[in-house]
């Protein structure tokens, strides 16, 4: 008695896949809430971050460039109808390229934008991180955005002995990421000649080692040479390693602490997008999302077991039992 098809399992199997490329072809898109970020995002472009003390694919690379490449990764991770904007640090404060757009329908040209950052594009050589950390955070918040700050938090000329200005904000008004690049060895800046050409390292003559702007320390009456009108800070030279640099993790950690930022090292681009979510103030926006490819999917899953995996697990089955000829020898 031959058995109807609707007994077979290979039955259900493609009349299942047939529904499913049904529901593939009129299955209207369905909308979605989900989580959107606005982003202004400024990188330090002074000398320090030309130093080659980090890798990037397995090679040395400079601090610039491994902020470029993550930065482009971070882009790339954000979801459509995110905004993403982005400026330079230089000297004390920050200057907006351009201010957040869709990151989707722009992102060739961020990409580009970001691909372009160069430490020519400097207008100073002084690098106050502090102040433009100060800087960054009303430009933000104009923008209604949230902050990221990459910088190597190399100060030069170093703070005074003070320490760090007074922030005149509200700590935490703005969330961000204040974003750590570098290595925690000292190696010594490059020097450039007036082309911008690398021409070699830069000695403790090249910068200075000191800051005297301001009231000199406590204790500047009893070094060589003091003068209180003439000579308030001593004339002896001052070697505090000024110029060596490497990532100044405290002092981020402390400027971070101030403006009530979250300090993040930078590592790999999905820690990046995760650190920044986890303090970041998301939008939430409705999407049209195409759910087609998914009962597509299950039907060409399906199909490659009715025509691959069975037809195949039947052969290894046939093999493994005993034939006619193989039964009548074992019963004569």
């Not at 080659?52 to 694919?57: C, E, T």
């Not at 002092?251 to 990046?272: D, E, F, I, P």
């Amino acid at each position: 008695m031959i058995r109807p098809a609707f007994h077979e399992l290979r039955f259900w199997l493609l009349a299942t896949a047939l529904l499913l490329v049904v529901a593939g072809l009129v299955l209207p898109r369905v909308k979605l809430t989900r989580d959107a970020y606005d982003t202004m995002a400024f990188v330090d472009i002074t000398s320090s971050m030309n130093t080659r003390d980090v890798s990037l694919d397995g090679q040395p690379a400079s601090r610039l460039d491994l902020t470029k490449d993550r930065l482009k990764r971070f882009v790339a991770g954000l979801p459509c109808q995110s905004k993403f904007g982005l400026g330079l640090f230089t000297a004390r404060r920050v200057f907006v390229l351009f201010e957040p757009v869709e990151v989707c329908e722009n992102f060739s040209s961020i990409d580009a934008a970001i691909s372009g950052l160069d430490w020519r594009m400097a207008w100073e050589g002084d690098s106050f991180i502090t102040g433009g950390v100060h800087n960054a955070i009303p430009v933000a918040e104009g923008l209604d955005s949230d902050l990221l700050f990459f910088t190597d938090g190399h100060e030069a000329p170093p703070l005074p002995w003070t320490g760090m200005p007074d922030f005149e904000g509200e700590p935490g008004k703005v969330p961000g990421l204040l974003v750590g690049v570098g290595g925690n060895a000292l190696v010594p800046l490059k020097k450039y000649d007036d082309a911008g050409r690398e021409i070699g390292d830069r000695g403790a003559d090249d910068v200075l080692q000191e800051n005297r702007s301001g009231q000199p320390p406590p204790d500047a009456s009893s070094r060589p040479g003091w003068h209180p009108k003439w000579a308030p800070f001593g004339d002896m030279r001052i070697n505090n390693n000024e110029h060596m640099t490497s990532l100044k993790e405290d002092h981020l950690k402390a400027l971070a602490s101030q403006t009530g930022l979250v300090y993040a090292r930078l590592n790999g681009a999905g820690a990046l997008l995760r650190a920044f979510e986890a303090v970041a103030r998301p939008r939430s926006v409705v999407v049209a999302t195409d759910i087609r490819p998914y009962p597509a999917a299950l039907a060409l899953l399906l199909l490659v077991i009715l025509y691959g995996f069975l037809p195949l697990s039947e052969r290894v089955a046939g093999r493994s039992a005993p034939s006619r000829t193989e039964l009548k020898g074992a019963h004569p």
